[in-house]
């Protein structure tokens, strides 16, 4: 699992609620406070996770369920904790291998 795989279903998921909510990428940078409609697409495409505070703006923005939002980022972060402390532990092994 690469990095950029991490949060992919978090993003596809935050991508289908703002098309429902009928929104596009540069109403929903403007009410997050952004300049460019770069974060949303980031964001939408899993490359990194959109900070708590914007979560919250997110859900009302997109009438998002908190307790299926939360599952998700439980989900997530249970998955990028996983691949970075597998990681670490790999680097380890190695080191210890050229020892």
Do not use: D, W
């Amino acid at each position: 699992m690469k990095t950029k795989s991490l949060f992919v279903e978090l993003g596809n998921y935050l991508k289908a609620k703002r098309r429902q909510a009928n929104i596009s990428q540069a109403e929903v940078s403007k009410a997050l406070g952004y300049t460019s409609a770069q974060f949303i697409s980031n964001f939408e495409r899993g490359l990194c996770a959109p900070p708590l505070n914007k979560l919250r703006i997110l859900i009302t923005l997109y009438n998002l369920p908190v307790r299926e939002l939360t599952n998700l980022l439980m989900r997530e972060q249970k998955k990028y904790i996983e691949f970075h402390l597998a990681e670490q532990s790999t680097r380890r092994g190695q080191k210890r291998s050229k020892a």
